[in-house]
T-cell receptor
Framework: NAGVTQTPKFQVLKTGQSMTLQCAQD?????MSWYRQDPGMGLRLIHY???????DQGEVPNGYNVSRSTTEDFPLRLLSAAPSQTSVYFC????????????FGNGTRLTVT | QKEVEQDPGPLSVPEGAIVSLNCTYS??????FMWYRQYSRKGPELLMY????GNKEDGRFTAQVDKSSKYISLFIRDSQPSDSATYLC??????????FGAGTRLFVKA
């Protein structure tokens, strides 16, 4: 049972480049979400999904897109990378949207130069 | 004012000490309270999960929730160097998605 798997672990981008961060879970969880973690600011919600085909914005969605074509996968796309998007990105899943604890992946460390 | 306030530390204690970690919050609708532990370069992992007010104990860890004061605590007894990590409080409920504190860095010295 792998839980939540994120790839890649590390990535360096130049300003303006685009990329996709991958997230997959094998727990059949309906709810999946993306967070970014910055020093002193905690985890901030970027986008989330309550099931295949359904996505919504979180607290800091600008510059990011998501889609959910299957229950297992929830990729995060950076459209045109900016230095302000340098951060550690975590994908998380849970059985439901609100009251169940989240299961996290081990993160993707992204640097935008 | 942030919805959840958590002292970032760092907190440094000797091995065997009792550690107290705390968070305050402003939204009285929160009903579910969690503590996550995050080791360096890893994702957060759930440590404690409680509903409403009261205490919950699991081994060396005790979580306390005081909803009247909007204050939650995590106590670690007989702290070990392996407890060195960042501890994140989190809360949800009342239709609100999970909100995280900024995390407290803990160092336990052997």
């Amino acid at each position: 049972n792998a839980g939540v798997t994120q790839t890649p672990k590390f990535q360096v981008l130049k300003t303006g480049q685009s990329m996709t961060l991958q997230c997959a879970q094998d727990m059949n969880h309906e709810y999946m979400s993306w967070y970014r973690q910055d020093p002193g600011m905690g985890l901030r919600l970027i986008h989330y999904s309550v099931g295949a085909g359904i996505t919504d914005q979180g607290e800091v969605p600008n510059g990011y897109n998501v889609s959910r074509s299957t229950t297992e996968d929830f990729p995060l796309r950076l459209l045109s990378a900016a230095p302000s998007q340098t951060s550690v990105y975590f994908c998380a899943s849970s059985p439901d949207r609100l009251n169940s604890p989240l299961h996290f992946g081990n993160g993707t460390r992204l640097t935008v130069t | 004012q942030k919805e959840v306030e958590q002292d970032p530390g760092p907190l440094s204690v000797p091995e065997g000490a009792i550690v107290s970690l705390n968070c305050t919050y402003s939204n009285s609708a929160f009903q579910y309270f969690m503590w996550y532990r995050q080791y360096s370069r890893k994702g957060p992992e759930l440590l404690m999960y409680t509903y409403s007010s009261g205490n919950k104990e699991d081994g060396r860890f005790t979580a306390q929730v005081d909803k009247s004061s909007k204050y939650i605590s995590l106590f670690i007894r007989d702290s070990q160097p392996s407890d060195s990590a960042t501890y994140l409080c989190a809360m949800s409920g009342g239709g609100f998605k999970t909100i995280f504190g900024a995390g407290t860095r803990l160092f336990v010295k052997a």
